[in-house]
C-alpha cells in the first residue's frame, strides 16, 4: 500500500517556464511533508519542507503547496533551469516519529 | 565536514556470498537510516537506529541485519545476498526530533 504516491513518473519543462511536481497521500497521520531532490550516482538532498499547520512555505525560486482536504501537495519551481533536472521525491512523516515515507519519484528534466 | 560517507561505492556478488555495506557521520546526529532505492519504488527503509544501541525494522528488513557500533557508525549486513537484493543502497542521519534526513552518496549492489 504506498502511502505516498507520485503520479508522474517524469515531467518535462522549457527553460524559464514553471515546473509542477505533485504528490498525494492517503494517511491522515501525517503532519509533516519533505521534498528531496537527487542527482544520478549522489544522495539525495532537502529541498524544502512544509508542515500540516501552513498551506504554503516558499524558498526563492521553489515554493510547496499543501492541501489538506485533498491530501494533496505541489512542488513549484519558477522559473525553470537546466540545473534543476533530476529526480524528486516527496516524503511524509507523522508526528513523533523521524521516519519518512517516500514517494516514488518525478524526473524533471528542464530543457533549453 | 564529510558529512554523511558510505562505503563500498559499487560492489558485485554472487548469490549467497555475505557482505556489510559501511556508512558513518561526523554531524553528532543520533538518528540513522539505511534505504533501498529500486526503480519506480522510491526510497523504502530497510532499518533505523534512533541512538546508539538501539535499532528498529523498517518497511524492508528481511535478509538484512544492521549494528549501531557507536554513535558515528551505522552498517547494514547481508548473510546470504540473493539477486531481489540488488539495488542502490542509501545511508542517511538526522537530529533526534527532525524529520530532515542528511543522505550519503550510495552504494550500488548486483547480486548475480
Known amino acids: 500500500d504506498q502511502q505516498v504516491k507520485q503520479n508522474s513518473p517524469s515531467l518535462s519543462v522549457q527553460e524559464g517556464r514553471i515546473s509542477i511536481l505533485n504528490c498525494d497521500y492517503t494517511?491522515?497521520?501525517?503532519?509533516?511533508f519533505l521534498w528531496y531532490k537527487k542527482y544520478p550516482a549522489e544522495g539525495p538532498t532537502f529541498l524544502i519542507s512544509?508542515?500540516?499547520?501552513?498551506d504554503k512555505n516558499e524558498d526563492g525560486r521553489f515554493t510547496v503547496f499543501l492541501n489538506k482536504s485533498a491530501k494533496h501537495l505541489s512542488l513549484h519551481i519558477v522559473p525553470s533551469q537546466p540545473g534543476d533536472s533530476a529526480v524528486y521525491f516527496c516524503a511524509a512523516s507523522s508526528y513523533n516519529t523521524d521516519k519518512l515515507i517516500f514517494g516514488t519519484g518525478t524526473r524533471l528534466q528542464v530543457f533549453p | 565536514n564529510a558529512g554523511v560517507t558510505q562505503t563500498p561505492k559499487f560492489q558485485v556478488l554472487k548469490t549467497g556470498q555475505s557482505m556489510t555495506l559501511q556508512c558513518a557521520q561526523d554531524?553528532?546526529?543520533?538518528?540513522m537510516y539505511w534505504y533501498r532505492q529500486d526503480p519506480g519504488m522510491g526510497l523504502r527503509l530497510i532499518y533505523y537506529s534512533a541512538s546508539e544501541g538501539t535499532t528498529d525494522k523498517g518497511e524492508v528488513p528481511n535478509g538484512y541485519n544492521v549494528s549501531r557500533l557507536n554513535k558515528r557508525e551505522f552498517s547494514l549486513r547481508l548473510e546470504s545476498a540473493a539477486p531481489s537484493q540488488t539495488s542502490v543502497y542509501f545511508c542517511?542521519?538526522?537530529?533526534?526530533?527532525?524529520?530532515?534526513?542528511?543522505f550519503g552518496p550510495g552504494t550500488r549492489l548486483t547480486v548475480l
Open positions: 512544509i508542515s500540516s499547520i501552513k
Open positions: 542517511a542521519s538526522s537530529l533526534s526530533g527532525s524529520t530532515e534526513q542528511f
Open positions: 494517511n491522515s497521520m501525517f503532519d509533516y
Open positions: 554531524m553528532n546526529h543520533n538518528s
